[in-house]
């Protein structure tokens, strides 16, 4: 059934902030708040958020033209509509996000992690409009993955599947990774693996390169990018060396739900052939040959800002309600 | 719809047998027949099939009782109803053996890889019944897998998902593969990758084993099992070798579909424990924290000769016909 009311909420839960939009059903954004996600017990920060919910709810008509809320958060599960144990989010255990929203603004209210949200987005409104069976990357401060099979997304026995930054790519001597395991994708092909990458060549090695007049501890990606451009060779071995694994990962990711797409998103994306040059070249030099020229490898074309929020709105267009 | 028809037909399509059962509708095999695969023209070979299987047909009653056919065969496509470039069979590029079987027997068939049918057989009559998400992963020749998501087989956007046999487990110095590349899982966690680690530690190193005993070229994946239970180290240490990998492989493998569990079927799992517990034991100490102590690891229960042929019939069952 179609749903009768006109828009739907989009919460995009991050570390630092928590935005919110009003969403049309042409997807557009059309109102907008945010607040600061702090340190709050959950209890308050939903407070917090209901409050400045109900200034743009009121401005657009009332929470009777809302349909539902879609939320991606870190750790989301779209089954128990919990955010468990967010590494990066100030609570601890359990925090039952989903029905704290239903209860206080009283619509269906769904939850699932934000590379699945950013995985939906770009099913309803992205490059991947239009696909059924397509894997989406998020390259930000860590590695994430939705991964959509037959047009839904896959969450598996305990709603959290597709955790692919955690896929271990390097067995041996792999770098340490915060989930305490060694050699996870994330390590390397993240934003903080690409300045690792750069810390790691200045301090084993004598090699020239502009990163070096940058003090160590504080390079990041973005100045690994910037002497990159700038043709510095050590930073663009560096770009060269993280595309490689990715496209070699991916290239082992095909074997599992042979997508028609992968779809890169988030900072690192921002490198473009950079990164995406020596990707496209692994994955074609390592995928098993009954895969070979299939799959496209796309950059994201929603803009970082907008993305999750839309990405989780979609989700609430999924809920079904009567009224 | 529920299907009016009591039986349907599963075939099993091996490289040296082609095996028909027909089954009623409590997965019992109530009749059975079988030919060699040989080395016919595709045509040639169906008409063999239909009319060994016209005598069986009409010992249950006739066309009139069989609902439907499914069939198991390598690079079998669930979307083509093809055989497509499979190296074990003798037929060169994509044979339509769906609808070829189809038009002979006016009946619909459908066709997909043996894992797939393995899996389905699984998921119906065996230790997965009642899951919607796991993983068969079969362990002969060659390493196989089914993927079941929700409930269904992921087939993706080519009919060639779940691959994971050629998940490239080892980057460096990794075995040759017959697909060409190398380090596949399936170089390793095969019966012929275990016969094949026995061959590498022998030729290159001056240990003692009761291996030596049999020439080089003749050990099998049976003869390291029975010097294991015999007690010889180096053919225990081979097994451990050999579960570790598939244990830490399938700790990698949860990251995608978070399944329920395991379930390992073939030629290998007769090893028992000389695998189980090394791969129990791998896959504890490598699994994403999100994932520990979820997963079961079963060994499929149904007998070798009855699964594949079970496994494709229960593929029929799903099919839809108004008669």
């Given at each position: 059934m179609a749903a009768t009311r006109p828009y739907v909420i989009g919460l995009d839960l991050g570390g630092t902030n928590s935005v919110f939009g009003i969403v049309d059903k042409d997807a557009k954004i059309i109102a907008q708040t945010s607040v600061k996600t702090g340190k709050d017990d959950p209890e308050t920060y939903v407070n917090r958020c209901v409050e400045a919910l109900k200034v743009i709810i009121n401005n657009v008509?009332?929470?009777?033209?809302?349909h539902a809320m879609g939320i991606g958060a870190p750790n989301g599960n779209f089954y128990s509509g919990m955010v468990e144990e967010?590494?990066?989010?100030?609570?601890?255990?359990?925090?039952p996000l989903a029905r704290m929203f239903e209860v206080k603004l009283g619509i269906p209210v769904v939850l699932t992690n934000d590379a699945n949200a950013a995985a939906m987005g770009e099913m309803k409104y992205?490059?991947?409009?239009?696909?059924k069976n397509f894997m989406m990357i998020t390259l930000g401060t860590g590695v994430g993955s939705g991964i959509v099979v037959d047009g839904k997304i896959v969450y598996g026995s305990d709603g959290?599947?597709?955790?692919?930054?955690?896929?271990?790519?390097?067995?041996?001597?792999g770098r340490q990774c915060g989930c305490g395991?060694?050699?996870?994708?994330e390590t390397y092909c993240s934003a903080t693996g690409v300045a690792r990458s750069a810390k790691e060549v200045i301090s084993t090695s004598e090699v020239e390169t502009k990163?070096?007049?940058?003090?160590l501890e504080d390079i990041t990606s973005y100045d690994v990018f910037k002497a990159a451009m700038d043709g510095d060779p050590i930073a663009q071995s560096i770009y060269e060396f993280t595309g490689r694994l990715l496209g070699e990962a991916c290239a082992n990711f095909t074997?599992?739900?042979?997508?028609?797409a992968y779809v890169f998103f988030g900072g690192?994306?921002?490198?473009g052939d950079l990164l995406m040059e020596p990707l496209r070249k692994a994955y074609d030099e390592n995928v098993l040959r009954n895969y070979r020229g299939k799959t496209k490898l796309l950059i994201s074309a929603l803009d970082d800002a907008s993305a999750a929020v839309l990405g989780a709105s979609a989700l609430g267009w999924d809920i079904e309600r009567a009224d």
């Amino acid at each position: 059934m179609a749903a009768t009311r006109p828009y739907v909420i989009g919460l995009d839960l991050g570390g630092t902030n928590s935005v919110f939009g009003i969403v049309d059903k042409d997807a557009k954004i059309i109102a907008q708040t945010s607040v600061k996600t702090g340190k709050d017990d959950p209890e308050t920060y939903v407070n917090r958020c209901v409050e400045a919910l109900k200034v743009i709810i009121n401005n657009v008509g009332g929470i009777e033209k809302i349909h539902a809320m879609g939320i991606g958060a870190p750790n989301g599960n779209f089954y128990s509509g919990m955010v468990e144990e967010a590494a990066n989010l100030p609570w601890k255990g359990d925090v039952p996000l989903a029905r704290m929203f239903e209860v206080k603004l009283g619509i269906p209210v769904v939850l699932t992690n934000d590379a699945n949200a950013a995985a939906m987005g770009e099913m309803k409104y992205g490059v991947a409009k239009g696909m059924k069976n397509f894997m989406m990357i998020t390259l930000g401060t860590g590695v994430g993955s939705g991964i959509v099979v037959d047009g839904k997304i896959v969450y598996g026995s305990d709603g959290f599947a597709g955790e692919l930054g955690h896929v271990i790519v390097e067995k041996h001597k792999g770098r340490q990774c915060g989930c305490g395991r060694k050699g996870c994708l994330e390590t390397y092909c993240s934003a903080t693996g690409v300045a690792r990458s750069a810390k790691e060549v200045i301090s084993t090695s004598e090699v020239e390169t502009k990163l070096r007049e940058i003090p160590l501890e504080d390079i990041t990606s973005y100045d690994v990018f910037k002497a990159a451009m700038d043709g510095d060779p050590i930073a663009q071995s560096i770009y060269e060396f993280t595309g490689r694994l990715l496209g070699e990962a991916c290239a082992n990711f095909t074997c599992f739900s042979s997508p028609e797409a992968y779809v890169f998103f988030g900072g690192l994306t921002k490198s473009g052939d950079l990164l995406m040059e020596p990707l496209r070249k692994a994955y074609d030099e390592n995928v098993l040959r009954n895969y070979r020229g299939k799959t496209k490898l796309l950059i994201s074309a929603l803009d970082d800002a907008s993305a999750a929020v839309l990405g989780a709105s979609a989700l609430g267009w999924d809920i079904e309600r009567a009224d």
